[in-house]
């Protein structure tokens, strides 16, 4: 699935960050470092630094001399005189920092990032643009999940223990600590000078944000997760700020490939680029990012005879009608036909935590009509609503903190509509809707009904193939949220179901 078990690697020249957990053991590409470069031995077994001097010497590649550093760094620390040339010689670190500057000549991203870690090097404003996040009422974790991994930063701390942090949760692996940091100072200059990017995230998931970034590569360039990897550490700065801001906007962009000679071998480029806007751009889309103030009641409850049963049963499968949220989402369905793209911007939206305006005061209301939301057996209790108020940054994380059980993204989103649809019960002037609401088991529901409308009408087992952890129709996560066969129309059906079955036979009136 898309949130492996492992991601960050030992070795700390290959990194990738979509493997799997087996992945580094028979990739004859990954193993450690200490492998790969084949370290001389002495009589007695140790590691010879002397003969790792004069391979240093006849190295070809930048690439190997830096992999040689790194070893002496690590083995004799950043004074020891290395004796190259002359006695005593240069120190490792001096030599490391003549290295930083023929890459930085070469502009070889990855190698540049991958020694900046080694020689510990400051990112300017690191502490700052951890403060500024935090001062926008933004948690920050850097690593993936699960815990203890992945880091929680909900208050500023000192740079040298933020880095140490960040070092902590990157597994020791240099070119991702140094990636994480890079990103958070750009998470910053983002959130400083367009704040509506952040809108609906509550929690800002780094290490997460980064693995969107090499997903994203890998399916631009139709290549494996390994080389995706490359090509994201290999990004200038400028390319990796823009393809955080495609990320975060939702905005489609394009990957250009090109190739240049780079220390006597050739090697392959990549840059980002804009596209024009193609289908729905980020306000336009689907309900999930921002749903519209207003939303039309679907059922005439003027009449205080009128029981919400009998008004149910009349046409249960409808509980919201076209003229109400179909509609409004109705343009932006039509707009983008081609597939896969939203069960990408699904997968998208799920890994960045994005949830729609007003939310968490949403899902408050909903706890106060009933005794509690289950998401995959874990309960959100009515109780909370008594604990703490609809705007509370402790409430967001409570919630938060039960969507984040479900790993895969794309589902995570269904169940993120399936109680957005549910919201819609809590503007009708009813008591309750029940007792403790299984999330998923509207969801799924939906999903029978898609299924069994698809198949009477001819799809096949291929097209209704069904994601084996979930159960889930891939056709139904890849539906736009509008339309005929869209998922509001049968999360709609779904919760409608819901309500009949729930409330008593005598209804219950309206005041």
Request: aromatic residues 6%; proline residues 5%; contains cysteine.
């Amino acid at each position: 699935m898309y949130v492996p078990s492992k991601i960050f690697q030992a070795s700390q020249q290959s990194v990738n960050l979509l493997g799997s957990p087996h992945q580094h053991d028979t990739d004859g590409k990954s193993h450690a470092v200490y492998a790969e470069v084949n370290l001389p031995r002495d009589e007695d077994g140790n590691v010879d630094c002397k003969a790792l001097v004069d391979q240093l010497r006849v190295c070809p590649t930048l690439q190997e001399q830096a992999d040689i550093l790194y070893m002496l760094h690590m083995l004799r620390g950043p004074e020891w005189h290395t004796g190259l040339d002359s006695e005593p010689g240069p120190t490792v670190k001096e030599l490391l920092t003549e290295l930083y500057v023929r890459v930085g000549e070469t502009r070889q991203w990855a190698l540049i990032r991958y020694i900046s870690g080694i020689l510990k090097k400051k990112v300017e404003a690191l502490d700052e643009a951890c403060t500024d996040l935090l001062s926008h009422q933004k948690h920050l974790t850097v690593g993936l999940p699960p815990e203890p991994r992945e880091k929680t930063i909900s208050a500023p701390i000192p740079y040298e223990e933020l880095v140490h942090l960040i070092d902590e949760a990157s597994e020791k692996n240099l070119s991702v600590s140094i990636l994480t940091q890079e990103i958070m100072v750009y998470l910053a200059m983002y959130m400083r000078t367009q704040p509506a990017l952040f809108v609906e995230m509550f929690r800002i998931r780094i290490g997460l944000i980064i693995q969107v970034m090499a997903t994203e590569l890998a399916h631009s360039l139709h290549c494996s997760a390994r080389e995706a990897t490359e090509n994201l550490m290999n990004l200038s700065p400028s390319d990796m700020k823009s393809l955080l801001y495609h990320i975060l906007s939702g905005k489609e962009f394009g990957v250009e490939k090109s190739v240049r000679s780079v220390d006597s071998s050739v090697t392959t480029a990549v840059s980002i680029r804009a596209l024009e806007a193609v289908g729905a751009t980020r306000p336009e889309r689907s309900g999930l990012v921002r749903l519209k103030s207003e939303i039309k009641q679907p059922l005439s409850l003027q009449s205080g005879d009128i029981s919400l049963k009998s008004s149910l049963s009349a046409r249960h499968t409808e509980l919201l009608d076209k003229d109400s949220f179909s509609s409004m989402l109705e343009d932006q369905g039509s707009k983008d036909s081609r597939q896969g793209q939203w069960q990408r911007r699904r997968r998208l939206d799920g890994a960045l935590n994005r949830v729609p305006v007003g939310f968490y005061q949403k899902v408050w209301k909903v706890l106060q009509k009933c005794h509690g939301l289950s998401v995959e057996g874990f309960v959100l209790p009515s109780s909370t609503t008594r604990e703490m108020t609809p705007g509370e940054i402790k409430f967001a994380v409570h919630v938060e903190s039960v969507l984040n059980r479900v790993p895969q993204p794309e589902y995570r989103q269904l169940l993120v509509e399936a109680i957005l649809v549910l919201t819609m019960l809590v503007d009708m002037d009813v008591h309750t809707i029940g007792g403790i609401i299984p999330v998923e088991k509207i969801l799924h529901r939906a999903n029978d009904l898609f299924y069994e409308e698809q198949k009477a009408l001819g799809a096949d087992d291929h097209m209704l193939e069904r994601d084996p952890s979930t159960g889930i129709c891939i056709l139904l996560y890849d539906s736009a949220p509008s339309g005929r066969f869209g998922t509001m129309t049968y999360l709609s059906k779904s919760v409608a179901l819901y309500v009949y079955d729930f409330l008593p036979t005598d209804g219950c009136s309206m005041q």
